[in-house]
């Protein structure tokens, strides 16, 4: 499988707007409904089993659109794929997107009874704890969260190029980011952004909103489930 070269792989990490920038590099100018939570998947590896290099490659193969967005970082370090990696080094920046991310998510946990973070979940949830177990679930996710970007910071010499976030809920954004590529058209970037900022002001993201979302999906979690998922459809 040879890898198309007129494509590009957008890889970043939950929260921090990765899909508004493929899209809006894809030239696909959303809607004021799609920029507050953008699901498609047009353009997208995730949900489609690219748990492998060659798997993103077949699947890559069947995407149209010249960049695509993933989650995915260990698969690309020795390859030869052309990748942008997005990094966040403001720690407040950081707080904003694990915020946005988890107040977003719709929860599908596995059920895995030998894995701590499930059974200490699990077992405040049907004790009724629902707060505690959010708590609980929101500082794991934050630590792997931040464990995550601080691999993907020191790995930054692998991608094709690295594009920082920081001023993700600014709206001078698309004007960094332009600096930092000078050679990319970001004209859409910079329309999409403008009505992404509306949906997404970072005074609309808290710790505290963040552990009511969690707290309210948990509650709503059938938590009898002896196999496969437990999930929120919310």
């Known amino acids: 499988m040879h890898q198309n070269n007129s494509q590009t792989f957008i890889s970043y990490q939950g929260g921090s707007a990765g899909d508004l920038i493929t899209a809006s590099l894809n030239s696909i100018k959303l809607n004021c409904n799609q920029v507050a939570r953008i699901q498609s998947t047009d353009f997208s590896l995730k949900n489609k089993n690219a748990n492998t290099l060659e798997n993103i490659q077949k699947v890559s193969s069947t995407i149209l659109w010249p960049y695509i967005s993933t989650h995915e970082v260990r698969l690309f370090l020795d390859s030869d794929l052309s990748w942008i990696s997005l ?88 004007q960094q980011l332009q600096a930092q590529l000078p050679t990319m058209d970001i004209s859409m970037l910079k329309v999409n952004h403008e009505l992404w900022l509306e949906k997404n002001h970072p005074g609309i993201w808290s710790k505290q909103l ?25």
């Open 87 to 174: 990094e966040v080094t403001d720690l407040d920046i950081i707080y904003v997107c694990i915020f946005r991310q988890m107040q977003l998510q719709r929860l599908r946990i596995k059920v895995e009874e030998s894995s701590t973070w499930f059974q200490t979940v699990k077992s405040l949830c049907r004790a009724k704890k629902y707060q505690a177990a959010a708590q609980y679930w929101f500082t794991q996710s934050q630590n792997i969260w931040m464990n995550d970007m601080e691999y993907r910071i020191r790995n930054r010499q692998h991608a094709t190029h690295c594009i920082n976030l920081n001023e993700l809920f600014n709206k001078k954004f698309a």
């Open 210 to 234: 963040t552990i009511d979302a969690m707290t309210n999906k948990l509650q709503q979690m059938d938590w009898t489930t002896l196999s496969g998922f437990i999930e929120y459809g919310g």
